[in-house]
């Protein structure tokens, strides 16, 4: 097979990028109702309570002169205040979007509520900004053990075979994206810091930790891959326990800068509800005991492995790391075992109107590294059949991710009642919704679901 030339996976970044943004704009999602809805409604309103209405209280919200246009979900203490429901993380990878729509709502004398259609239009960018930074980072990463053709390949995988496609194209305004680069970030700092235990790394490190809890607070968790990266059994246990302990005096910096990062939310709840620690998520939690860890992988109203199959790769690529990479296997199988349980064990396992099991988007770049483990190998067998097998199977992988798409962008894959037989019957329909198959669908029971776990 001809040589890559050096950079391809670069070129290829940049290339989907460019898809992505003329995707977006073709889509016009934004100019028929907007792209701040669902989630992004609460991520979004930090910004404009603070920086057009200046009122963090939100009471502007009940004043006459208050444009209709400006949607907010505030949840309500027993007292009657308004309180944001999610975090702030999101606002703040969202804001240097937001202040670029203000300036171009001034310049042109178009509103500045910071919800016109413009608004919507420059903010809905910011899955194909943080896209394009978490893709350079995992490049990056993959190159340390990976040739450019393994590096290019993976890529292609993750962004044309996987729900990402979805999550840069449709509903830009998602977390995930946000939290993919995130843990690009996290991951490449570890690395650094493996390399050579400097204390700037350790700062971007807890930096890092704090932004993805901000973010998403069950993002905490990758702490766990910096806390057993090299271990492969009991004797690299001890030697990274020996390290860290070794290394305590800085590593404090990694919990103190966390907890730092969070503060301003800590404060807005204080000021709000009166206590430092508050659960915006009014009648919302965890059934720790009731994991939905099958229908979230192999059910047909999210499952993983159903609208995402290319991910089985990732499951393959774990008995393929060998060499330096299996530093990598233990971490990483540990880290999915307890996320998956944590992420499924929330009582909307479902989470919601999305498509597939979106939540895993944030950790892609952890599991690009079996991914192209087992990709090196097929290629390195030197057996040209498998190799086009392979080829083959992630081309049908893409062309399937497609069609999901296109799907679940018309609601045919509905967005959170979706059963074996409406998947089945409409599994080639690339046409309208069709009303008479709305009879197969099982809507969830959300409140049954709130109280025990459905």
Excluded at 1 to 23: E, H, Q
Excluded at 299 to 310: H, L, M, N
Excluded at 394 to 414: D, E, P, R, W
Excluded at 421 to 450: C, I, N, Q, S, V
Aim: aromatic content about 18%; proline content about 4%.
């Amino acid at each position: 097979m001809t040589r890559l030339k050096p950079r391809a996976s670069l070129i290829f970044i940049f290339c989907i990028v460019l898809i992505g943004w003329y995707t977006y704009l073709n889509l016009a999602k934004w100019r028929i109702r907007g792209v701040i809805v669902a989630d992004s409604i609460s991520y979004y309103a930090y910004l404009p309570a603070v920086f057009v209405y200046h009122d963090l209280s939100l009471g502007f919200l009940d004043k006459p002169d208050c444009p209709k246009e400006v949607n907010m979900w505030p949840e309500k203490t027993d007292d009657g205040k308004k309180v944001i429901k999610t975090s702030m993380g999101m606002a703040l990878f969202y804001s240097p979007l937001f202040f670029i729509a203000q300036a171009y709502a001034r310049i042109t004398h178009a509103s500045v509520s910071g919800y016109s259609p413009e608004s919507q239009l420059i903010v809905g960018f910011c899955a194909l900004l943080y896209l394009f930074l978490g893709l350079l980072v995992l490049r990056k990463i993959l190159l340390r053990y990976f040739t450019e053709r393994i590096t290019l390949w993976t890529l292609m995988i993750l962004c044309l075979a996987t729900n990402i496609l979805f999550y840069f194209t449709v509903d830009t305004m998602s977390a995930h994206i946000i939290g993919f680069f995130l843990v690009n970030v996290f991951i490449w700092y570890t690395l650094r810091w493996q390399d050579n235990p400097k204390t700037r790394y350790v700062l971007a490190l807890g930096l890092c930790l704090g932004l993805l809890t901000l973010v998403r607070p069950t993002n905490i968790l990758v702490v766990l891959i910096f806390l057993f990266y090299t271990v492969k059994d009991g004797n690299t246990f001890k030697a990274r326990i020996r390290l860290l302990l070794s290394q305590a005096r800085v590593l404090w910096l990694i919990p103190a800068l966390t907890i730092l990062v969070f503060l301003p939310q800590l404060f807005y709840w204080h000021m709000q509800t009166g206590h430092y620690f508050f659960n915006s998520y009014v009648g919302e939690g965890f059934f720790f005991n009731k994991p939905h860890i099958v229908e979230g992988l192999f059910g047909f109203r999210k499952g993983w492995f159903v609208y995402t199959p290319a991910m089985l790769f990732f499951v393959a690529g774990l008995f393929f790391m060998r060499g330096t990479l299996s530093e990598w296997r233990l971490p990483i199988l540990l880290f999915f075992v307890i996320i998956t349980w944590v992420l499924f064990s929330w009582w909307c396992w479902w989470y919601g109107g999305s498509f597939g099991a979106r939540v895993y988007i944030d950790f892609y770049g952890l599991f690009a590294l079996p991914i192209a483990a087992v990709l090196q190998a097929v290629y390195n067998s030197g057996r040209k059949k498998l190799t086009v097998a392979l080829i083959t199977l992630c081309t049908v992988f893409a062309l399937l991710n497609g069609m999901q798409s296109y799907q679940a962008k018309a609601n045919i894959i509905h967005y959170d009642s979706m059963t074996w037989e409406k998947y089945r019957t409409d599994f080639f329909w690339m046409g309208r919704e069709l009303d008479h198959h709305k009879e197969l669908l099982r809507a969830p029971d959300y409140e049954k679901a709130k109280r025990e776990g459905e």
